[in-house]
């Protein structure tokens, strides 16, 4: 009876039941009712973090973290990595740029791009914007007391910094006033993406 009651609830009131009793904890922390929540909290998300995922980790904490990574707006090497990137230039970027792109001239899909481990970027073959040539990126983060971010962006060569946000479906977008990357959705990629550990996320 007390399961069926709970499962009416959402998330955090039945995290709240944890605190009525040992009784109630037992219950309230049941796997088979925080993998329901959890299916709730993922429908409609872009990318299901990989620290969620891990094997043996109980679907409370599977939610709980997945909630704390939703919020994060830190962007890891592991998130560059693990998704496949939509590109596109902006309206800032030269005429002679933004006429080779199938986003302006409504041709094609759009670019995609590619990040590695090694710090290289690449795209598709056949790209006329790539034309072949090097490319690495770099993250960037600079801190202030107690921990918190003071600065956080993404460079690719020498271009103009990306600043970094974090979409409501827990996308990324990464854009200046030239061009944007956006991740393309993968909620179905095995194991999760993204870092295996939680990230510090806090801004100045």
């Known amino acids: 009876m007390m399961m069926m009651i709970l499962s009416y609830l959402d998330a955090p009131s039945v995290a709240?039941?944890?605190?009525?009793s040992r009784g109630w904890?037992?219950?309230?922390?049941?796997?088979r009712l925080w993998s329901t929540k959890c299916e709730e909290l993922w429908c409609g998300k872009a990318h299901?973090?990989?620290?969620?995922?891990?094997?043996?980790?109980s679907k409370l904490a599977a939610y709980s973290f997945?909630?704390?990574?939703g919020k994060r707006s830190r962007i890891t090497k592991?998130?560059?990595?693990?998704?496949?990137?939509?590109?596109?230039?902006?309206?800032?970027?030269?005429?002679?740029w933004r006429n080779l792109d199938p986003y302006w001239k409504g041709t094609g899909p759009p670019m995609r791009r590619y990040f590695?481990?090694?710090g290289s970027q690449t795209a598709d073959p056949g790209d006329q914007v790539w034309g072949g040539h090097e490319c690495c990126y770099s993250i960037v983060t600079s801190f202030v007391g107690g921990g918190k971010i003071r600065e956080h962006y993404v460079r690719i060569n020498r271009w103009?910094?990306?600043?970094?946000?974090?979409?409501?479906?827990w996308s990324w977008e990464m854009s200046n006033?030239?061009?944007?990357?956006s991740s393309i959705p993968d909620a179905d990629k095995e194991g999760g993406t993204g870092p295996r550990f939680p990230v510090l996320s806090m801004f100045f």
């Open 16 to 20: 709240l039941s944890l605190l009525v």
């Open 25 to 31: 904890h037992g219950v309230a922390s049941n796997d």
């Open 48 to 57: 299901i973090p990989r620290v969620s995922q891990e094997r043996g980790l």
């Open 66 to 69: 997945s909630v704390m990574d």
């Open 78 to 96: 592991d998130d560059l990595c693990d998704h496949v990137w939509n590109f596109h230039f902006n309206r800032g970027a030269p005429d002679y």
């Open 116 to 118: 590695h481990p090694d």
């Open 160 to 169: 103009p910094q990306m600043s970094v946000f974090r979409k409501p479906d």
């Open 177 to 181: 006033h030239l061009y944007c990357y």
